[in-house]
């Protein structure tokens, strides 16, 4: 069965840097994008970040300039880069996986953005 295993995350400091990846696996197709949601708590999830095979990206608005999303297709992983973290980036994320018209989600790992 399909599988994301996000690691990474945890506590940041505001103006500081943190870094989520994520594994794709149990699967032979090679997704058609990958990425990232959040949901903070009284709030929808919304896109944080994704990425195609080929490299296209698209991002949400409040994070662009500031996180970069990679991919590694020999892995089928995806990486995160969370630059110039704000209190207001603390949610759940959960990495996202499309294949063949068909949505997957991880478990959420919790971000919490503090002094």
């Known amino acids: 069965q399909v599988q994301l295993a996000e690691s990474g995350g945890g506590l940041g400091q505001p103006g500081g840097s943190l870094r989520l990846s994520c594994a794709l696996s149990?699967?032979?197709?090679?997704?058609?994008?990958m990425g990232w949601f959040r949901q903070a708590p009284g709030k929808q999830r919304a896109l944080v970040a994704s990425?195609?095979?080929?490299?296209?990206?698209d991002y949400g608005g409040p994070v662009k300039g500031r996180f970069a999303i990679s991919i590694d297709n020999a892995k089928s992983a995806v990486n995160l880069q969370m630059n110039s973290l704000k209190p207001e980036d603390t949610a759940v994320y959960y990495c996202?996986?499309?294949?063949?018209?068909?949505?997957?989600w991880g478990q959420g790992t919790q971000i919490t953005v503090s002094s």
């Open positions: 996202h996986a499309a294949i063949n018209g068909n949505a997957y």
């Open positions: 149990g699967t032979t197709h090679r997704a058609d994008a």
């Open positions: 990425i195609t095979p080929d490299g296209r990206t």
